[in-house]
């Protein structure tokens, strides 16, 4: 079954406030294998101004795995330390919003992105800074190189890109 979440009332659903981490710095980071981990850089804090508020994230990522099978490598959303928008776990399935959308390229020099994003109906009540990560789960233990390819050499086949989340506040 799907869930649904309906935003009403007087006044609800207007943007409260809209923030965004742009983020154009190019690095590297190890992946262990199994578990959710957040991707370096790709956060972002927000003080809610009204306690009963939602939070859309929106994600953005760019940059290229070290591993032949690239797709397997599946996105989520951290807030604070607790992953939100999975699916239920079923038996050994990874689980998550987001996976690559791949179409061909060259291991090494091309760049793959996925774009996702998720209402926050679920948080705590109240007016305390929250903070958002744009996670990711892979199988085995790997190098995620984010806003860049793997071989990161200075010519027209390694391309520098970036990454963004960008925080909604609407009203409830």
Sequence with gaps: SNAQTQI?????????????????????QSVTAGGYQNITNLN????????????????????????????????????????????AASGSH???????????????????????????????????EITYYASCQFQYAVTLYNNRTKNNTDDQWNEFMTSTIILWEISA
């Design 94 to 128: 990874p689980i998550g919003i987001s996976a690559w959308l791949i179409s061909g390229g060259t291991a090494g020099t091309t760049q793959f992105s996925t774009s996702y994003r998720y209402l926050d109906t679920g948080r705590t009540a109240g007016t305390s």
């Design 44 to 87: 972002k804090a927000i003080t809610p101004t009204e306690s009963d508020s939602n939070i859309l994230v929106d994600i953005r990522y760019t940059g290229e795995l070290d591993h032949s099978s690239p797709a397997d490598l599946i996105f989520g959303i951290n807030r604070d330390a607790t992953a939100i928008g999975n699916p």
């Design 8 to 28: 009403s009332g007087v006044g609800g659903g207007k943007v409260l406030q809209c923030i965004q981490e742009h983020v154009i710095a190019q690095s590297s």
